[in-house]
Structures are given as structure tokens and as C-alpha cells.
């Protein structure tokens, strides 16, 4: 129990837990495990014994009776030490030191040179092997082979697969090897095996990490290998944060690393600016270095999970491929996608298959056919679009649903100090540059020991010779090697190396040019010791050193930005990036069921047809109200009570004609009986923008249209009402628009919108017009600013000229009354009449027409009429007459058995061909009274 227990801790908490640190723990359990590992074989006995602390101590058992038996005989006594522990004690520090050996020795890489050790001794091995730049490659069996042998002792498999990783342009920004064969391929193809391949060095291997240097005594330390015979380098002397260069990546146990590659050229401007000014904020570094810079190209999207992973060592980088739009047909406007780069560590080939899966599941749609026509010159997959089909649509699809978009999640984990920690850029770049003035302090001094040295002989060196004369005779004066030696330490005071390299030197350097060569040599070696001094005496001369290194490196190596940073505020596709903009039908029944369709639903038919259904309606149910919008629209429900509520119109599911629809109450949070009497589509609200809202008894009030940009899932009061009142007609309108009421008996007022006042959410209005007992509001709609132009008082003089009012009758009949006909009045009047009703008839919809006009001056609108049984009919205003206030108007739907009519919309002109039906045609008449003006109405 107690070991299950252990194994059930967090492995954070495991390995950082109550024991301290991680390397103290480490040592303490080899320690341990040291004296345990000598002991015999030994099985336990199943019964325990308790100690006084309460911990239980097994009892060890010897294997056999033959063993006993040879005690008892006076057989020589197996010496035997058992070690009593707790296993899950055992356990827990052994893992703990496992892990220990993984973090420090496998899986994460150093921040001071940015390798891992298997990366590191591979390039070590391939250094002593020979194999420069400028170098005959050589079998990577051969590499492989040699670092097996001497410095990795694990899977050749692992360290081949590194080797190829570290040639390959797609996974490394900088490449650190050359390979000649196959080294696999972007689209995840297997490499050839070790024994075909071949490498050898890259050039930015030299001067990335400075190979050459390690030969330096003193600039790196240098460890034994797994088997104590030969030493191998513990870092290597890195010019440039190489951890951050190439990234890196890897699995440890209970912590990752995951580092993206960076822009060299970048790199080193943002080690300038922290060199130059320790104290710089990360939107200054951010300024040098906008973010990574991936080998295979692409988009990244927003910068806010790289100022999170800078800043904290951890973020989410969001990688898009590079796209362009080709038109590939002008006639029939198809077009195709091209992908030119696909995001870091994504498989091209394993993209076009999902691509192609999600077409086949109707998951993409508008994509005909997809191809991948990439080869040596670069990367093109063609996606080619069907008809009509929209690119960003599509391309909004691909990057939802496809690795078109992926994302990198840093997670900035190395080695510091011996220990993992997770580090944001500027603890990178810190840690980097102590370990440069490390490098070079140790390199300045190295060599000021050997400048001294040297220093030193040529001084013995130019005595002699300024004194040659004396000491040819005392060396001819001398009878061997020693007494020669000693006598030149007596008569010039030289030490004993300087007499040793005196008595070395040959006799054609006994010259006077000879002599001036080792007088120059002293005097460079003064100066070169000076600067050394000065170096290491100088902590601004390191820095300005690291510098001119590291700009060396940038002039010789840098390229230009691969990956393009776009500035996003979301990193998201969102839902509107994804669905098309297109118009829409909305259609809404009196109980409570909103269905959503495509306008080329219903074909334009001739006024006087019986119309086409608008689908299957539940039992009783009758359409309430047909509006048009766009998808992306928002969506303003109001109810009965008052309360308005919000949603875009695409949750609306699309559906046919013959569909029931969906029932509001899955979209919005309705009460009991409460009915959704208006919709209004709201595309921007505008702070110039109002809603005018009328109820059923009269009253209407104007409210600020931003009033409702923010409503809560559970709806907000528009409008208080009173008892028995209801709210029923919500329109959009300006301060200069006018506003047509109409009541059921045909009363009609017009008045601008600016005399009423705009009032709060929370209040009633005032009232819109003045009903006789049994009449109620029919309707109500706005006339745009910008096309009436409507006189102050009444004229006789007939004028057909547009806008015009559209009267539509319950009966199916309706007309056309031009605007001019009346007066602008004010409300809490009786009106004029607009519409001569029979007895048992009642006015269904006023509409405002003429915005849009054809060439010959007629309205290029079309209105849609719906019967309470369902049928709706699409036809042309223009093909509705012209009236006076007093005619009774022209069939426009002949209802039959379909009842009245319900509600109406009017939609934009739609380009399809006008679908003539024969038997219809003869059912056009017209119904007509004489004309007659009637007076005006007053109160």
C-alpha cells in the first residue's frame, strides 16, 4: 500500500517534494542504493515485525537448505549485509535519481549552449572525425558508430534520428549538418538507412558554436565518458544563443521543453539591446525581435501568446500556412487556393488527406478538387473552388477544421544551474551572456598564460643573443647539456626554461635579422598581454567583444524573416470568419417556431398566383412575421411583454420549405406564454440609430438603437406596457426619417421621427394614434430620409411619382399610393385615410416602396406575401398599380382556402429569371372603384 501510494503522488510534487533538492535526494539514494546493490540475493519472509516508530522490517531468508546445512557442517559463513528500508522510501529515491538522470542527461537541452548531450556529442564526434564543411562526407554509420562507441551508449536508432533531424531545412532554421542522400521530407517520408546516407559538418556549425574552440584549455570543461577513457566536452563555447536559434524540444520525466527557433539576424539585435541595457522591458526586446521565426515559413497570428511566452516561459503561438487566391476560370469565377507553407511540424501530405476527408464528409464544402503539384522548386497544393464558392469562406473552413492552423505551445524549459527551469527571454539571453564572459574570460586567460610563457622565452632568447659572443664560450667551456645549462642561469640570470629554450635554438637563427624577428615577437606579445589585462580587467570590453562576435556571425549567416507576424486581436476562427454574409429569409410563426432560408426559395411569380408554401406549420400555427437580413447579422427578438432578447442569425439552422422549423425556446429563454411578436436584424449599432416600437392599442416610443448592444441571455425590458397592451411592430429609423402608422380601418398617419423623443428602455411612450372603439394598429414602417419628399400641407395636384405607399389587405388585395398624398401629420390624431376597406376586411401590412428604381423609373423591389395557412407568394411592386387613397386596389394573392393574409416582407431585386406560371396568368384582374377623394379625418 504504502509504495502504491508513491507511485499515486504528482510527479512534480515526487520529484520537488519534501526531500529538498533534487540533486541532494539524488546523491542520498545512490548512496543508498550503493550498499544495497552488494548484497546476495535474498527472498522475504511474508510475516513482518514492527519497529518502535510503527514501521514494519522484513526478515531475509537464505535461498536454500543446502545452505544451512553447509553452516551447521562448519562450512566457511556467507558475509551478507542487509540494509532494512522502507520500499516505498527506496522507490521514491530511486525514481527521484532516474529522473534526475533523465532531465540532466537526455531529454533537456543546457541554456548555455542550447544542446542536448546526444546533439552535443554528435557534432563533438563529428569534429574529431574530420568532417568540416570543406571535407568528403563520410557514411552516418560511421558517425553513428563513433558515437556509440565513445560518448552514447544507448539506441543507435535514436542517435541516426537525431543526426538526420539536424540536417534536415524543414525542422532546423540553421541546419548543423550536411547530408547527402535521403534525409526524408516534409511530407514525413522516411529517411534512407545509415549505411546509404552521408555527412559532414555544416559551415554554421563552426561559427554557431564555435567547435574549434573547445580545444582551448580551460574555455569549456571537459568530463569522462560513460567508461572513464577519454574526456568529452560538457558544453560547447556558442557564439549566439543556440537554444533560442534552433529551439528545442523534448519529453522528460514529469516536465517537457518545447522552444521555438528564432531569426538569427534578430537574435542578435535583441542580444545587443539586453547587453547594451540590462534593464530593457520585453516591448523593447519585442521591438528587436517581434517573435519566432519558423524553418518552414508561414503566418503567425497575433503576438499575445509571444509576449506570454516571453514573458513567462510559457504561451501559445498560433501558425497559419501561407495562402494565395488564384482565378483559375474569369468566365465561370472559380477560383483556387494555393498553400505555398504549412505550419511548423505539419505533415503536407497527411494535410491534403484530412482536406480531402472533410470534402468527403460535407465537413468543407465549395471545394472541387485538390492536388499537390509541389516538387523541388517549392511547395504548391491547389485546392480548386466550385462556382460561386467564396475563397475566404473556405479558407476560414480549412483553417477551423484542418492543421492549416496549428498552434506551438512554448513551454521554455533548459538547464540552468543543474537544475530544470522554465525561463522567459530575458532569463535566456541573461543566462547566455554570463556564460559568454565566462567563455572568454576563461580564453582571455588561457591565453595571457601562454603570451606570458612565450613572453618570457623569447626575453631569455634576445639576452643570448644580444650577449652570443660570451655564450658560445661558455657553452664551448662546458662539458655537458647541464653544466651548460646552469652556467647561462649564473652569468645572465635566466631562468630555467629561458636557458633550456637558449641552448634549443639552431644556428641559423644566431642571425641579426633572426634576432630582430624575436625582438618584434616580444614586443607584439607586450601588447597582446596588455590587452588581455585589459580585457579581463574590463567587463564592457567582454560585452563590446560578444558583440563584434556575435554581428560577425549575423553579417556573415542571417536571412531574411521567414515566418510573416499578422497583428490579430483574436487567434480564433471565429464563427462569422467561417460563414458567408449571404441574405436570408427569416420566417417566424405565431407560435414560436423561426425557420431560416435562402431568398431564391421561393421563384418570382406574377401578382395574382396562388404563391408557393412556405413550408409544413404546426396545427393552428400561422406565420407572425418574414423578415430579410444577413447572416451575420444580429438578431433582435421582441416579445408580447416587452422583453427583447439577441442571437445571430445563423443559429438560426437553415432549413427548406418543407421544414417546421426550429422552436424559439431552444434559442432563447422565453417565460410561459410569452410570444416573439418582431424581429429586427441589426448589422452595426450606430449611435444615430433608433428603434421606433408600436403596440397593438397605439402607443409608440423612440429608443436609442445602442441601447440593446449588450443584452443578456435572459432578455432585457424594451418597453413597459399596459394591462391588456402588447408590443408588436420594432423598426430601425433615424432622427430625419419619417414614420407611416396604419390601423386596421386603414387610418394612415405619416410624421417625422424627430418628434418623438427618445426615451429609456424602461418607459411606455406616448401615444401614436388616436383608435376608434374595435380598431387596433396594422402597421408600421419608415421611410428613409433620403427619398421623401413630402410637402407640409396637402395637395390636389396627383403626382405618381415614387416613393410610394404599399397597402396590402387581408383579403389578398392591395396598391400603390404615392407619399405626396398625404400631409405629414401629428400623432394622437385620427389620420387620413389611406385604404377603403370592406366591412369584413382589415389592413395586414403599410409598407414604404420605391428606394429602388429600374431604368424607366419603376421600383425594382419584390414583396413577399405569407397566408395564415402557410403559402407565400413572391412578386414584383412594380406590378401593383398605382392608386388614390380611395381605390380599393388589385388581387395580389388569391387566398382560396389559405386563409388571410398573415404578414409581408418586402426584399431586395433578386437576379434569377422571372418563372412565368401559364395557368396563372389569366388570374390577373383588378378590382376597382371609382375614384374619389376623400376629405381628411381630424380629431
Known amino acids: ?58 526478515q531475509p531468508l537464505r535461498a536454500g537448505r543446502d545452505e544451512r546445512a553447509a553452516a551447521g557442517e562448519g562450512g566457511a559463513a556467507v558475509k551478507e549485509r542487509v540494509v532494512p528500508v522502507e520500499l516505498h522510501k527506496e522507490a521514491t529515491e530511486a525514481y527521484m535519481a532516474y529522473a534526475m538522470s533523465v532531465l540532466l542527461g537526455r531529454a533537456l537541452p543546457d541554456v548555455r549552449d542550447g544542446l542536448k548531450p546526444v546533439h552535443r556529442r554528435i557534432l563533438y564526434a563529428m569534429h574529431e572525425m574530420g ?45 548543423l549538418v550536411q547530408g547527402h542522400g535521403n534525409f526524408g521530407s516534409i511530407d514525413a517520408d522516411p529517411p534512407a538507412a545509415m549505411r546509404y546516407t552521408e555527412c559532414r559538418l555544416d559551415v554554421g556549425c563552426f561559427f554557431f558554436l564555435d567547435i574549434d574552440a573547445i580545444f582551448i584549455i580551460g574555455q569549456v570543461d571537459f568530463v569522462p565518458n560513460f567508461d572513464n577513457s577519454q574526456k568529452e566536452p560538457s558544453l560547447l563555447p556558442a557564439r549566439v544563443p543556440s537554444l533560442l536559434l534552433n529551439g528545442s524540444s523534448g519529453i522528460a ?41 519558423f524553418p518552414t515559413g508561414g503566418t503567425i497570428v497575433g503576438n499575445q501568446g509571444i509576449l506570454e511566452a516571453y514573458k513567462t516561459g510559457r504561451g501559445r503561438v498560433v501558425m497559419r500556412g501561407k495562402t494565395d487566391i488564384e482565378t483559375i476560370d474569369v468566365k465561370s469565377k472559380r477560383s483556387a487556393i494555393i498553400i505555398k507553407e504549412v505550419p511548423y511540424q505539419t505533415n503536407k501530405s497527411t494535410l491534403v488527406e484530412r482536406i480531402a476527408e472533410l470534402v468527403e464528409e460535407k465537413v468543407l464544402e465549395g471545394i472541387s478538387d485538390i492536388r499537390d503539384e509541389s516538387d523541388r522548386s517549392g511547395m504548391r497544393v491547389v485546392i480548386e473552388l466550385k462556382r460561386g464558392a467564396d475563397p475566404a469562406i473556405v479558407l476560414n473552413n480549412l483553417y477551423r477544421h484542418t492543421a492549416l492552423q496549428s498552434s506551438f505551445s512554448c513551454n521554455m524549459v533548459a538547464i540552468l ?41 623569447v626575453e631569455g632568447i634576445v639576452i643570448g643573443l644580444d650577449n652570443l659572443d660570451s655564450v658560445i664560450q661558455i657553452i664551448r667551456g662546458t662539458s655537458n647539456h647541464a653544466m651548460a645549462r646552469e652556467s647561462l642561469i649564473k652569468e645572465f640570470g635566466l631562468s630555467d626554461k629561458q636557458a ?130 444577413q447572416t451575420h447579422d444580429h ?122 423623443r427618445a426615451l429609456g428602455r424602461k418607459t411606455r411612450g406616448v401615444l401614436a394614434m388616436k383608435l376608434k372603439e374595435g380598431d387596433k394598429m396594422a402597421s408600421m414602417d419608415i421611410i428613409p430620409a433620403t427619398s421623401h419628399n413630402m410637402p407640409e400641407t396637402y395637395s390636389r395636384v396627383r403626382d405618381l411619382s415614387p416613393p410610394w405607399l404599399l397597402f396590402i389587405a387581408d383579403n389578398g388585395i392591395g396598391k400603390r399610393v404615392p407619399l405626396n398624398a398625404f400631409r405629414q401629420g401629428n400623432f394622437n390624431r385620427v389620420g387620413l385615410q389611406g385604404y377603403k376597406l370592406p366591412p369584413d376586411c ?67 431585386a433578386a437576379e434569377e429569371e422571372e418563372e412565368q406560371d401559364p395557368e396563372s396568368a389569366s388570374l390577373i384582374s383588378e378590382a376597382e372603384e371609382p375614384e374619389k377623394q376623400d376629405p381628411e379625418v381630424s380629431a
Open 131 to 175: 568532417l568540416a564543411s570543406r571535407r568528403p562526407f563520410r557514411k552516418c554509420a560511421r558517425v553513428v558508430g563513433e558515437v556509440l562507441g565513445k560518448f552514447h551508449p544507448h539506441g543507435d536508432s535514436a542517435v541516426y534520428e537525431t543526426l538526420v533531424r539536424m540536417a534536415q531545412d524543414f525542422s532546423m532554421r540553421y541546419p
Open 253 to 293: 520525466v514529469g516536465m517537457a521543453t518545447n522552444i521555438p527557433p528564432h531569426n538569427l539576424g534578430e537574435l542578435v539585435d535583441v542580444l545587443s539591446v539586453m547587453i547594451e541595457n540590462p534593464e530593457a522591458t520585453l516591448q523593447e526586446l519585442l521591438e528587436c525581435m517581434p517573435g519566432p521565426d
Open 1 to 58: 500500500m504504502a509504495l502504491s501510494a508513491a507511485l499515486r503522488l504528482p510527479l512534480p510534487r515526487l520529484l520537488w517534494g519534501p526531500t529538498g533538492s533534487l540533486l541532494a535526494a539524488a546523491a542520498a539514494a545512490s548512496r543508498r542504493r550503493a550498499a544495497v546493490v552488494a548484497v546476495p540475493a535474498v527472498r522475504f519472509l511474508s510475516s513482518s515485525s514492527s519497529s518502535s516508530d510503527g514501521s514494519r522490517s522484513v
Open 842 to 908: 382589415s389592413l395586414a401590412a403599410v409598407f414604404v416602396v420605391g428606394f429602388s428604381l429600374t431604368d424607366d423609373g419603376e421600383s425594382d423591389e419584390q414583396v413577399v406575401l405569407v397566408s395564415q395557412s402557410g403559402t407565400v407568394n413572391r412578386i414584383k411592386v412594380k406590378d401593383i398599380s398605382i392608386r388614390s387613397r380611395s381605390a380599393r386596389g388589385v388581387i395580389l394573392m388569391r387566398l382560396e382556402h389559405a386563409g388571410k393574409i398573415q404578414s409581408a416582407s418586402l426584399i431586395s
Open 417 to 457: 544551474d543543474g537544475q530544470p527551469k522554465l525561463m522567459g527571454l530575458k532569463e535566456i539571453l541573461q543566462a547566455f551572456i554570463d556564460f559568454r564572459c565566462s567563455v572568454i574570460e576563461r580564453r582571455a586567460r588561457f591565453k595571457l598564460s601562454q603570451a606570458l610563457e612565450r613572453k618570457h622565452i
Open 635 to 756: 438578431v433582435l427578438y421582441f416579445s408580447d411583454k416587452g422583453i427583447v432578447y439577441s442571437a445571430r442569425a445563423y443559429k438560426i439552422p437553415e432549413c427548406t420549405r418543407a421544414a417546421t422549423g426550429t422552436p424559439l425556446v431552444q434559442l432563447l429563454s422565453l417565460s410561459d406564454g410569452e410570444r416573439i411578436t418582431s424581429i429586427v436584424p441589426v448589422n452595426e449599432f450606430g449611435e444615430d440609430q433608433y428603434l421606433v416600437m408600436l403596440t397593438v392599442n397605439g402607443y409608440i416610443k423612440k429608443v436609442p438603437l445602442n441601447a440593446f448592444s449588450a443584452i443578456r441571455t435572459s432578455g432585457i425590458i424594451s418597453i413597459q406596457l399596459a394591462p391588456g397592451d402588447e408590443l408588436k411592430w420594432v423598426r430601425r429609423c433615424g432622427d430625419d426619417d419619417l414614420v407611416a402608422l396604419a390601423s386596421q380601418n386603414g387610418m394612415v398617419i405619416v410624421n417625422t421621427c424627430n418628434k418623438l
Open 500 to 629: 633550456e629554450a637558449l641552448l634549443d635554438i639552431t644556428l641559423r637563427k644566431l642571425t641579426s635579422l633572426e634576432r630582430k624577428k624575436f625582438v618584434d615577437e616580444a614586443k607584439s606579445l607586450s601588447e597582446e598581454i596588455s590587452k588581455l589585462n585589459e580585457l579581463l580587467s574590463n567587463k564592457k570590453l567582454i560585452f563590446q567583444l560578444i558583440l563584434q562576435e556575435a554581428t560577425d556571425l549575423k553579417n556573415k549567416f542571417a536571412t531574411p524573416r521567414r515566418s510573416f507576424i499578422e497583428d490579430s486581436a483574436s487567434t480564433e476562427v471565429d464563427d462569422l470568419d467561417i460563414i458567408p454574409n449571404e441574405e436570408m429569409l427569416l420566417i417566424l410563426s405565431e407560435k414560436g417556431y423561426v425557420k431560416r432560408m435562402k431568398p431564391n426559395t421561393f421563384n418570382l411569380q406574377n401578382r395574382g398566383t396562388i404563391g408557393k408554401s412556405v413550408g409544413k406549420m404546426r396545427m393552428n400555427d400561422n406565420t407572425s412575421d418574414f423578415i430579410v437580413c
